[in-house]
């Protein structure tokens, strides 16, 4: 999984606000744009955002967009990180442990 | 959900050369997969404010993240901004911990913006709006209380 998008959708303070206000719970984005001192069609660009890195979804309630936490963004910030360490530190230990008895020699 | 990210590690040496690798030599260790570019070399810069670089013949310097805490054989904790220079700024903590004739390196890594940008929108810092927070959270919305949260 591409992590590239959502690291980068995370990367801007208003968007991680507008993803901990949908933690509380799902909200139109009239709700949303009520809580943040910047237009709706700001509000309405960091949701598109979001909703490209897999971070949001929205769904048609009546007249209302609906928008919601989605789980696939955050699972790949998460593996990629974990991925990250996976890799690196038996490979740290190794290089470690071989410029230790280099030293010792 | 289990925030932050924990890793360990144990090394046949002592805790001042594990730091020492771990910094020193961080090109040798670091994931050729996780760079900007395969061929970028990576590196802990010395200096009164030292910071973590990848530098790329091409592309020059990058900073990817700042130096926090230096002491060498026992922590060293640094931000980690794996999109940069955009993206979502992650602190990385490592403990050097003697363990018998050896060392155990462990490796807490959380979100966090400890310089906290001035950049904040007005109303948004309202929000604790960390990525540690915003995971936990989502968990909590889409779960209840997740059964490790439960068992520290």
Redesign the interface.
């Known amino acids: 999984m591409n992590a590239a998008p959502a690291l980068d959708a995370l990367g801007n303070p208003t968007r991680r606000a507008i993803l901990t206000l949908l933690a509380g719970g799902d909200r139109s984005v009239n709700a949303i744009a009520r809580e943040f001192p910047v237009s709706r069609p700001a509000i309405s660009r960091h949701l598109r955002s979001l909703e490209s890195a897999g971070l949001v979804a929205q769904e048609r309630a009546g007249r209302e967009h609906v928008f919601r936490l989605e789980r696939g963004g955050f699972d790949s910030v998460r593996q990629w990180l974990d991925a990250f360490w996976r890799e690196a530190l038996p490979e740290f230990a190794r290089v470690a442990e071989q410029s230790w008895e280099e030293r010792s020699r | 959900?289990n925030?932050p990210?924990r890793?360990?590690?144990?090394?046949?040496?002592?805790p001042e050369?594990?730091f020492?690798?771990?910094t020193g030599?961080v090109d040798?260790?670091?994931?050729k997969?996780?760079r900007g570019r395969p061929d970028a070399t990576i590196a802990f810069e010395s200096g009164s404010s030292p910071r973590l670089v990848e530098t790329h013949p091409e592309t020059g310097v990058r900073e990817l993240g700042r130096v926090l805490c230096w002491q060498p054989g026992e922590l060293l904790s640094y931000t980690w901004?794996?999109?940069a220079p955009?993206?979502?700024?992650?602190v990385v903590e490592v403990r050097f911990v003697a363990d018998g004739a050896g060392t155990r390196?462990d490796?807490t890594?959380r979100d966090g913006?400890p310089g906290l940008?001035s950049?904040?929108?007005?109303?948004?810092?309202r929000?604790?709006?960390?990525?540690t927070?915003?995971?936990g959270?989502?968990q909590?919305?889409?779960a209840g209380p997740s059964p490790a949260e439960a068992t520290p």
């Open positions: 959900m925030v990210i890793h360990s590690v144990r090394v046949s040496c002592p050369h594990a020492r690798a771990f030599e040798r260790w670091w994931p997969s996780h901004q794996p999109g955009a993206g979502l700024t992650t390196v490796v890594h913006d940008g950049d904040w929108d007005t109303r948004a810092h929000f604790a709006a960390s990525w927070v915003v995971l959270a989502f909590d919305h889409i």
